[in-house]
């Protein structure tokens, strides 16, 4: 099906971790997976899953690659059929579904551009017509185009980067929220930029910051509901959105300014993400979870 790449070996070993990368950049974002150097690392080969999301339903934003991807994986082990949103990347999406669809789980794949409102109810009417229901949500669709200076930060670029990241998550949840049930559970990918700041990603570092204010209050919210809402704050992680964004330059020390010096794998982030959507957190809601490799927030 890829004949270009070579996916054989794509699941590596834990202590197999990159602490550098070679000097890339793509000009598209928000990235393409399937053309990195190296593969991202989107799966523990040594995990033993224990149906924690046994016949649940999830809707995952950019869930064919990066982060995206890795919760997608680790949901369907755990017994969840999945909704993959995504762009554009026909090749990484694709590929994401094959896996889930070989550990035994159905993927439903649904394209279109999230700065839409109207998109989001068509993801809720085919998700609803495929499966029946929703359990789980997980907003987690972004970009980010860094800039020098807020005076290079053109008006277009600041609709653009707010539309994407904060108003779809606004838009799709309004569109799950009547079908989720009592347990349900949202959850959101928010930045260690929302909390430490970004001198080049204003514009992306103010949107995180508004999805963390969204979490706890929409927590607040739906808590009479029974409905959780939390989210993830992912530190430097590996994903296609890193050389779709940064320079050659930037990519090469990605990651190593962190106390374990170097890039978090998608893997890495996606145990989060499982940890907030099964029962282990029935009594979290309104919280973030960092994972940053060791950054103090």
Same mark, same amino acid.
């Given at each position: 099906?890829?004949?270009?790449?070579?996916?054989?070996?794509?699941?590596?070993?834990?202590?197999?971790?990159?602490?550098?990368?070679?000097?890339?950049?793509?000009?598209?974002?928000?990235?393409?997976?399937?053309?990195?150097?190296?593969?991202?690392?989107?799966?523990? =080969?040594?995990?033993?899953?224990?149906?924690?999301?046994?016949?649940?339903?999830?809707?995952?934003?950019?869930?064919?690659?990066?982060?995206?991807?890795?919760?997608?994986?680790?949901?369907?082990?755990?017994?969840?059929?999945?909704?993959?949103?995504?762009?554009? =990347?026909?090749?990484?999406?694709?590929?994401?579904?094959?896996?889930?669809? #070989?550990?035994?789980?159905?993927?439903?794949?649904?394209?279109?551009?999230?700065?839409?409102?109207?998109? %989001?109810?068509?993801?809720?009417?085919?998700?609803?017509?495929?499966?029946?229901?929703?359990?789980?949500?997980?907003?987690?669709?972004?970009?980010?185009?860094?800039?020098?200076?807020?005076?290079?930060?053109?008006?277009?670029?600041?609709?653009?980067?707010? =539309?994407?990241?904060?108003?779809?998550?606004?838009?799709?949840?309004?569109?799950?929220?009547?079908?989720? #049930?009592?347990?349900?559970?949202?959850?959101?990918? %928010?930045?260690?930029?929302?909390?430490?700041?970004?001198?080049?990603?204003?514009?992306?570092?103010?949107?995180?910051?508004?999805?963390?204010?969204?979490? /706890?209050?929409?927590?607040?919210?739906?808590?009479?509901?029974?409905?959780?809402?939390?989210?993830?704050?992912?530190?430097?992680?590996?994903?296609?959105?890193? $050389?779709?964004?940064? %320079? =050659?330059?930037?990519? /090469?020390?990605?990651?190593?300014?962190? $106390?374990?010096?170097?890039?978090?794998?998608?893997?890495?982030?996606?145990?989060?993400?499982?940890?907030?959507?099964?029962?282990?957190?029935?009594?979290?809601?309104?919280?973030?979870?960092?994972?940053?490799?060791?950054?103090?927030?």
């Amino acid at each position: 099906m890829y004949p270009e790449y070579n996916y054989i070996g794509y699941e590596k070993k834990c202590d197999d971790l990159p602490f550098s990368f070679p000097p890339q950049h793509q000009c598209m974002q928000p990235g393409i997976e399937h053309i990195m150097n190296p593969l991202p690392i989107f799966e523990d =080969e040594d995990y033993v899953a224990s149906s924690k999301l046994n016949n649940k339903v999830a809707i995952i934003t950019g869930g064919d690659s990066g982060i995206g991807r890795a919760i997608s994986i680790l949901f369907a082990k755990e017994g969840a059929d999945i909704v993959i949103v995504y762009y554009n =990347e026909e090749q990484d999406a694709n590929f994401t579904k094959e896996r889930i669809e #070989k550990l035994g789980r159905r993927c439903l794949l649904i394209s279109g551009d999230m700065r839409n409102e109207a998109f %989001s109810s068509h993801i809720v009417k085919r998700t609803i017509e495929c499966f029946g229901k929703i359990d789980i949500l997980v907003n987690n669709c972004g970009v980010q185009f860094p800039q020098q200076s807020i005076l290079d930060i053109s008006s277009d670029q600041l609709k653009d980067t707010f =539309e994407t990241n904060v108003f779809s998550f606004f838009y799709l949840t309004k569109a799950v929220l009547p079908y989720l #049930k009592e347990y349900s559970c949202i959850i959101n990918t %928010s930045s260690i930029t929302a909390f430490d700041g970004k001198k080049n990603l204003i514009d992306y570092s103010s949107t995180k910051g508004a999805i963390t204010v969204f979490t /706890k209050s929409l927590a607040l919210s739906l808590a009479n509901k029974k409905i959780r809402v939390n989210a993830v704050a992912p530190g430097p992680i590996w994903t296609p959105l890193i $050389p779709a964004s940064f %320079s =050659e330059k930037e990519v /090469k020390i990605f990651g190593t300014e962190v $106390p374990l010096k170097r890039a978090g794998q998608p893997f890495e982030v996606a145990p989060a993400y499982l940890y907030l959507a099964s029962d282990d957190s029935r009594y979290v809601t309104g919280q973030i979870i960092h994972v940053n490799g060791g950054t103090i927030v």
